[in-house]
């Protein structure tokens, strides 16, 4: 009888063990790095910004269909980066932000579906990113005090179907006549991400904000939160 149970004991943890393993061939986890990069036409010329970020994206197996033997997956999404910076000069400075659900800008862009298509795609690959009418086209954004957050203004925002928001068009507002968007393209790259975005938001800004965010209402905070989206995700490559 002893050894019977130590048997059926042995069965059982094998059957585990043989099932954990199973369930780790069926987990999925996909990787890309993707350049953004935003064009402004001004009357000086063609400016110019760019950003490299990271997308992480883990499917982990939570369970089995019973009709059809199909995994049930529970899905990480990690991004790592920062915003498109434009400096125009004495005209100002145009930030396109970042926030989590910049995991999508590839599938979007190139018009892809499913992570694995998007981590397929070849290095160099390139197109640019149509913001017409598209809900999910970066935020722009820029500071008529630079060291001051509370001074953010929207630049612009394509029609944000989520909450109903209108089309934001600002450039020529804020910077002058002439400056307006030509372009958002997407790149596959291998190149490191970038880590640029602190050249242009100093540590009197960073003091400002910290102070400003302790004191602000929680309307306040709702109102500007989603227009201070700098960076995302870890801070080193590697």
Known sequence: MKYGFMTLALVLIAGAVAFAASQREQDKVYSWRYKMTVEIETPEGIRSGSAVREVDITQ??????????????????????????????????????????????????????????????????????????????????????????????????????????????????????????????????????TQKIDEYLTDEYYENFKEWWQEASLKEKMLKADLLQFKIGRKNDT
């Open 60 to 193: 982990k197996v939570i369970g089995w269909s019973d009709v059809n033997k199909k995994p049930h997956y529970s899905t990480k999404r990690n991004v790592s980066g920062e915003a498109v910076v434009v400096d125009l000069g004495e005209r100002g400075k145009i930030f396109a932000l970042i926030d989590d659900r910049a995991y999508a800008d590839v599938l979007r862009a190139f018009d892809v579906t499913g992570y694995e298509n998007a981590a397929k795609l070849p290095v160099g690959s390139k197109t640019e990113f149509k913001c017409d009418g598209h809900p999910y086209c970066p935020k722009m954004v820029t500071f008529t005090d630079m060291n001051d957050p509370k001074t953010v203004k929207l630049v612009y925002v394509d029609k944000t179907y989520a909450n109903g928001q209108d089309q934001v068009d600002s450039f020529e507002e804020y910077f002058g006549g002439g400056v307006r968007l030509k372009s958002i393209t997407v790149e596959m790259t291998e190149e490191s991400i």
